[in-house]
């Protein structure tokens, strides 16, 4: 049980990591600074696959318009994928992704919202660069140095995301809960280095315990999740802001689904996450406000 007595020897443990500071992002193309402090990262999917179906838009003037309303409702950023990484998805070749993301993403920067673009496709992530996204969201392990040079030659930034296979998408274990947080610092140290040496002065650390995980939803998928997002604190000792994302459980709300992302928004911010990529913008926002007022 997620209790005092339980959270107060895990911060004690990590204190340096929770004072540890991290690095302010600016875009100043769109007017947007991130400090030290919570922002929201709307989600827009382009795929029919996404079981989050209220996130997924069919046109461009509906990603225009869902674009729109998230920004009003808190969205710092809007996060735009066209395809799934749930395990049953269907693939979408490069030139599909292309196809359905670039309208997209051109629409909204003109609108002036800030857009991530989720792939693990470096001929994506150059096209979505070259329509205007602000933010590539890597969810593959890319070692090409080129993919990093072109964001940042776009004055761009990076949410690097941890797989543990080469992909959300490939099947790979995940590690075993007591391991899971030093593999993951290992993997974002290795990569690191070679970002930041391609130009890239723009990142954050998302630990990717979203993804499928190979994990099916129940009780041990759920405490995996959990157990990561507690302990993401510990990422900010790389010196970058951290990302998370709002995982739903239907094994635990069934019909209620939409509300486990407000849930877990409570978890996200003891654990000082920094940007709390999410489909409920409008729930998760006052969550922000409120422990704002209250620090």
Partial sequence: MITPDALLPLWQA????IGHPVRTLEFPAFGRVFDDRPYQLGVINLSRDSSYRESIVHTVEHARYRGRRMTIEGA?????????TGTTADLVDVDGQVASLVPVVRALAD????????????????AALDAGAGV???????????????????DAGLILCYTPGETARSSDDVPPADQMIDEQLAFFRERLDMITGCGVDKIWIDPGFGFALNLPDGPERVRYQTDNLLQSFRFRELGWPVCVT????VYLFHDEARVAETAGAV????AKANLIRSHEVARVQPVIDMLEICS
């Fill in 267 to 270: 978890l996200a911010l003891l």
């Fill in 111 to 126: 609108d002036g919202i800030l857009v991530s673009a989720e792939t693990y496709h470096t001929a994506v992530a150059a």
């Fill in 136 to 154: 590539i969201n890597l969810t593959g392990r890319v070692d090409d140095p080129a993919l990093y040079e072109d964001i940042a030659r776009h």
């Fill in 14 to 17: 990590h204190r340096d990591a």
């Fill in 246 to 249: 709002m995982a739903s459980s």
């Fill in 76 to 84: 710092a950023m809007v996060d735009i994928g066209a395809e799934s």
